[in-house]
């Protein structure tokens, strides 16, 4: 259910890897440095967690406040509504 594995590049998407950056999302508190890494690796999945699985309705505007604070900003565009 919550794992997506792409052929092409190996990448293995694993929306779970992603549980220390739900605090953060949740709280307002300042992303770790692990959740940034991990929202880091899981960038090339964001597009199947918000449209491609049933997890998309619970991505909200923590979701882009953590990946901003990340600095993942390439891939906010994936976490709008």
Known sequence: ??????QADAQVCNLFTLSPCLGPALFFIPPSGTCCRRLRDQVPCLCDYTQGTNYGRFIGSGARRVAQACGVVSSLAFFQA
């Open 1 to 6: 259910m919550g794992v997506v594995v792409h």
